[in-house]
């Protein structure tokens, strides 16, 4: 990199994000990736509801945007704990905090992230809309709470590899890491919720809350991987 | 360049595994770690990469210039467990690594040549006995440019074969200006290179 203009080190790390992106996600769709079980998982929780709660439509649709997003974010911990336990195993995870001086070991646990979100959050969003027939919403409901689901849930994702780096030498580090990261998933719930229903119930504000979260996201797309970073520079044995 | 290793001391798990240990390895020196289970072989190399703290002293590349100022930024660590994916294929696991860790050096498909699995990229890692796979981790240290090589038990499960073809990779690293420390039990066929035994801690 000796003399080389600052551009040419940001085309280099974009260039190596780029890498280990495409390769996770790669990994995420091959067999035994587990890209699918969170959907399974996001789908079995929505269709047990209404044989839960009854065939009461209107209940259904009140509480509609909530069920939707805390079956997401319980779908979405539930594979957190693979994101860099699968890398520990195998010897990567030291390679990876090796070039953490190459480029920001932050920057690799970010592309990480991204990576498990397109791989296995990013479609249940997309089966989310679909879902939300089941719980006979209206169209504008389900607009709203697939969009507040495609802002807030990368959010989730970035606290959990706080989580999973944390929890990365226990062997069955899974319950653990929920339970380190869902009390702290709780203020992307609440707004993302209360976004949801501003969109449908007319008092109630759609703009603020979304904002809100869409803050949270950024926030934590900056302190999950710094923190998720620190932990694995440390937790190496 | 230099590598230098000041009074180090390891730990494990709270207990002193080793202490006192220092060396210097200019370019084109090797250093072969030897001695029993136990004595802190891993552990001394890991620390020298830098991926568990020393206890006491430290560890520095003198002369790494902007490329590779820290020791971890110079160094290849090929440990016990391979770094690669079983589902994607030797192809795919080398060519990530050759994006990822930057400073390309050989191709992916000439680095498969030089260990004998030319031709094999296509297959899943997965499917590769032991040997080969410790051989495809071997074409890692080829794909990316790196003067440190800190190799932990490099042939455990190499043919005769391979690994006289390992020890000949390895003369070629040093004859460029590399540095090797490679422990091992097994006698690599490095000529001239210095040792250092270790003991268990009493």
């Known amino acids: ?18 890498a280990l992106f495409l390769r996770d996600i790669r990994l995420s769709i091959r067999a035994g990736g587990g890209a699918l079980v969170g959907v399974i998982f996001f789908l079995a929780v929505i269709v ?59 920057l ?14 990013l479609p249940l969003v997309v089966a989310a ?50 339970v380190l990261v869902l009390p702290l998933t709780i203020p992307v719930l609440i707004f993302g919720v209360s976004a949801s229903y501003g969109a449908v119930a007319d008092p109630a504000p759609f703009l603020q809350p979304f904002l809100i979260l869409a803050a949270l996201t950024l926030f934590l797309a900056v302190v999950g991987p710094l923190a998720a970073a620190l932990a694995l520079r440390h937790g190496t044995d | ?37 136990g004595s802190g072989k891993s552990t001394l190399l890991r620390i020298v990469a830098g991926l568990l703290p020393a206890a006491r002293g430290k560890v520095l590349v003198e002369g790494g210039g902007e490329v590779f100022p820290t020791v971890a930024s110079a160094s290849h660590y090929l440990g016990h467990l391979n770094a690669m994916k079983t589902a994607l294929s030797v192809e795919e696991n080398l060519g990530f690594w050759r994006a990822f860790e930057g400073e390309p050096a050989l191709s992916v498909e000439e680095a498969l040549e030089t260990v004998a699995l030319g031709g094999l990229g296509h297959l899943p890692f ?8 410790r051989r495809v981790s ?33 003369r ?31």
Request: a negative charge; glycine letters at 14%.
């Open chain 2, 126 to 133: 997965g499917y590769l006995s032991t040997g080969q796979r």
């Open chain 1, 108 to 121: 690799t646990v970010l592309t990480k992230c991204l990576a498990h979100w397109t791989g296995s959050v």
């Open chain 2, 1 to 37: 360049m230099r590598l230098i290793a000041e009074n180090l001391g390891g730990e494990r798990g709270g207990e002193a595994v080793f202490s006192n240990i220092g060396f210097a390895l200019d370019q084109g020196e090797a250093l072969i770690v030897t001695g029993p289970n």
């Open chain 1, 1 to 18: 990199m000796a003399g080389r203009p600052e551009r040419g080190a940001w085309a280099q790390a974009s260039q190596t994000m780029l």
């Open chain 2, 172 to 202: 070629d690293h040093l004859e460029d200006g590399g540095i090797v420390v490679a422990a091992t039990h097994l006698p690599l066929g490095l000529e001239g290179a210095r040792e250092l035994q270790m003991r268990v801690a009493g």
């Open chain 1, 48 to 106: 047990t509801i209404p044989f839960g709660v009854g065939p009461d439509l209107s209940l259904l649709s009140r509480i509609g945007p909530a069920i939707l997003w805390i079956a997401a974010l319980l779908a979405c911990l539930l594979g957190l704990d693979r994101l860099f336990q699968a890398d520990r195993e195998d010897g990567s995870l030291d390679l990876l905090v090796l070039n953490g001086d190459r480029h920001m070991l932050a």
């Open chain 1, 129 to 178: 809309p679909l879902l939300g027939l089941f719980m006979n919403m209206a169209p504008l409901g389900i607009g709203a709470t697939a969009l507040t689901l495609l802002i807030g849930t990368p959010a989730i994702t970035f606290i959990g590899a706080a989580g999973a780096a944390v929890a990365v030498a226990l062997p069955r580090g899974g319950l653990l890491i929920s």
């Open chain 2, 138 to 170: 071997i074409a890692k240290l080829l794909v990316s440019r790196r003067p440190v090589w800190l190799l932990d038990e490099p042939t455990a499960g190499l043919d005769k074969a391979s690994e006289e073809r390992f020890a000949g990779l390895m």
